[in-house]
């Protein structure tokens, strides 16, 4: 293994599932410009993260549809202006029907 490639600026911080408000003191040396008050009474910096093993589907067994902002309506509409948007069997289609 190569030497000196490993950080060694290991620090406690918190980690914070915004999906579901969870938390967990671990460490880390990931940047962040944000703290929290733990259950310790101490000030730590906050990490906030989109999923965690709380709200992940694997760990928690559900299923979840998350379309945040309507993310694929979005994209179909963008897509539908394209000159992507007609496949070659629309065209066939199209003049099959002439």
Do not use: Q
């Amino acid at each position: 293994m190569k030497k000196d490639i490993h950080p060694t600026a290991y620090r406690t911080v918190i980690f914070k599932d915004v999906s579901n408000e969870e938390a967990f003191l671990t460490k880390s040396c990931a940047p962040s410009k944000e703290t929290m008050a733990w259950e310790d009474g101490n000030e730590y910096p906050l990490i906030k993260v989109e999923i965690s093993n709380t709200s992940h589907p694997f760990f928690t067994g559900k299923m979840k549809y998350v379309d945040t902002a309507g993310r694929i309506d979005k994209f179909k509409k963008r897509f539908a202006n394209s000159r992507f948007s007609k496949t070659k069997m629309d065209e066939e289609s199209a003049k099959d029907a002439e």
